[in-house]
């Protein structure tokens, strides 16, 4: 296991709250007053998540981006985000960016933290996002049911080929997949009360597909060909891999007319030894499946 999955599992013992959800799921979900919370929090790292030099407007974006996507993912619409920030004299652009996801999605922006940081040493930023229901039993990573088709909203790889136009020196079109993540809200809000689970796709198609079989005590036969790809076919395989893709995959019932387009990736059968079987091989959560930290 890795230290991030090992750490997350010490942490279990502390969650036992059912609004944690086992710290299996994109977000927690919280009964509140007759409505339900979803509630979210991403950090994101210089050199891990972004690249320190890249501009601190697109740096904004993902953060808020890639939190509400997990938002999306429960069908919850933005109640409202608090941000941590560290003073790098990057401010001015940092706002303009924030102010323009912010009206993207909705969500206004009700508070933070604002600290400064030591002499070279890594921008780190945080995001809560607070978002609320609109459809109940809210969607998890468990859901997936036998004989459910597994979906994906669009394609991956595109962030990998993103960071590599981005480094390269572009600042336009060919790297927006990685500067200017979408997140699916429309989508996630319309396919809620149709999915068996639903998540977003950010550690890598595999690793979380294999993640949703794992919570859904099933297994999961994906068809790498169906998989959508917005790289060239030669790298198909490190498409399905790399991750920060924030398309959403769910499965629904084969008779489910679904709401959106969506890709038919897979399907979803008995639990085996494997979690996944990738056109008929089965991969494990210790295969090279994805993103892990650590
Ligand atoms: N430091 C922490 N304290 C409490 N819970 C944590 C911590 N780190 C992770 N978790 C929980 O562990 C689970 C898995 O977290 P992870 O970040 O992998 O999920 P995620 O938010 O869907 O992923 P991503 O950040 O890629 O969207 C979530 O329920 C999350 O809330
Ligand atoms: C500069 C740079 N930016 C992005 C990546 C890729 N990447 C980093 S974290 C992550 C998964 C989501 O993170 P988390 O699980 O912490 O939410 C992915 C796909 C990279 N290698 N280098
Ligand atoms: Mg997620």
């Known amino acids: 296991m890795s230290a991030e999955l090992d750490f997350i599992a010490a942490l279990r013992a502390l969650a036992g709250d059912p609004a ?4 299996r799921d994109d977000c927690a979900v919280l009964p509140f007053g007759g409505q339900t ?6 950090t994101i790292v210089a050199g891990v998540h972004f690249l320190p030099d890249m501009d601190p407007a697109d740096i904004a974006w993902r953060l808020v981006a890639t ?55 890594a921008q780190t930023l945080g995001l809560t996002a607070i978002g609320r229901a609109t459809h109940t039993p ?17 394609p991956v790889g595109g962030a990998m080929i993103g960071l590599e136009a981005l480094r390269g020196g572009d600042n ?70 790399w991750g920060d893709d924030y398309h959403l995959l769910f499965t629904a019932a084969p008779d489910v007319v679904l709401p959106v387009h969506a890709h038919a990736i897979g399907r979803v059968i008995a639990a085996g030894k494997a979690p996944i079987l990738l056109d008929g091989a089965p991969l494990s959560l210790g295969d090279d499946l994805g993103f892990a930290h650590g």
């Open 172 to 241: 336009g079109a060919a790297s927006a997949a990685y500067r200017r993540p979408q997140a699916q809200l429309a989508a996630g809000i319309a396919l809620a009360p149709h999915v068996g689970a639903m998540m977003d796709v950010s550690d890598g198609v595999l690793l979380d597909a294999a993640r949703m079989a794992t919570a859904s005590r099933v297994t999961i036969a994906i068809d790498s060909a169906a998989v959508p790809i917005a790289a060239p076919e030669p790298r198909r395989a490190e498409a399905l891999r």
């Open 138 to 154: 809210v969607p998890g990573r468990d859901g997936a049911a036998l004989g459910d088709i597994l979906y994906i909203t669009g």
């Open 20 to 23: 944690a959800r086992g710290l």
């Open 67 to 121: 939190n509400i996507s997990d938002l999306a993912a429960k069908g919850a619409a933005p109640v409202g985000v608090l941000l941590a920030y560290q003073l790098n004299g990057a401010e001015a652009r940092f706002l303009e960016g924030l102010r323009a996801a912010l009206a993207e999605y909705g969500a206004p922006l009700l508070g933070g933290d604002t600290v400064g940081m030591p002499d070279g040493a």
């Open 37 to 42: 919370l979803v509630l979210t929090h991403d």
